[in-house]
């Protein structure tokens, strides 16, 4: 099995290049010297290149925040082989609050492919709007994955890495029970098996995003069944981040 992966999430929460290299210097330096997860870092786009260039370490790997799939008359664009040539290996693609600007799940097929063809690893967001009684939002997710993913083929999916993000719980106080968080990670993997290979559907990584803070960390660490974190919010927190890394250490 891969290691946990912990991608942080930048957002547009910082203002300028200055605070971007303070906030990315202190990370660094919070973070354990021994560490049993793999660290990602996604600046907002014009921070990449000048983060990554400035950086001669190895135990942070750079993230695109998005990446468009197609050079050409796109104003404000910016492609995947953009993101890849200012230093990004990662890519998160769909996230919630893309998807409420209207990105379909289509787009997000599209953007998923050109990841994959720039060769880097697109961090897939799925993740219900709501939760209700009857079970109706797993149909929701069902469709997303089904949809996110159509352009990959059979033999890719172990190239790529799922964020189930439920969308109620980004900014909110509070993540769900892990328990709950564990039962939906279940039911990922099984649409996945139904489409890809079986073996591939249990070892792709899947992440949760939403609400994770130090408070509930151990509790999602040992209970949730995820394989690392999407995190926003405590990504700009650097002591927070850290901890939240060294919870995978065992
Ligand atoms: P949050 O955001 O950690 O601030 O809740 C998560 C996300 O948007 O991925």
Redesign the pocket.
Known sequence: MSKPLIIG?W?AYVSSLKEAKKLFKDVEKELPRVMDADVVVAPPHPFLYPLKTSYSGKRIAFGAQDAFFEQGAHTGEVTAGMVKDSGARFVIVG???RRAQGETDLQVAKKVGAVLDAKMTPIVCIGEQSRDREGHYLKELETSIQESLSLVEASSLKKIVLAY?PVW????PLPPPARSIRETIIFIRKTLALRFDRDDALRVRILY????SEEVVEELVSGSGANGF?????SIDPKMFADIVRAWNR
Request: no cysteine.
């Open positions: 999430n957002k996230h919630a609050e993000e719980a980004i900014g909110a995003g939403g609400a994770v999407l995190l926003g919010r405590a």
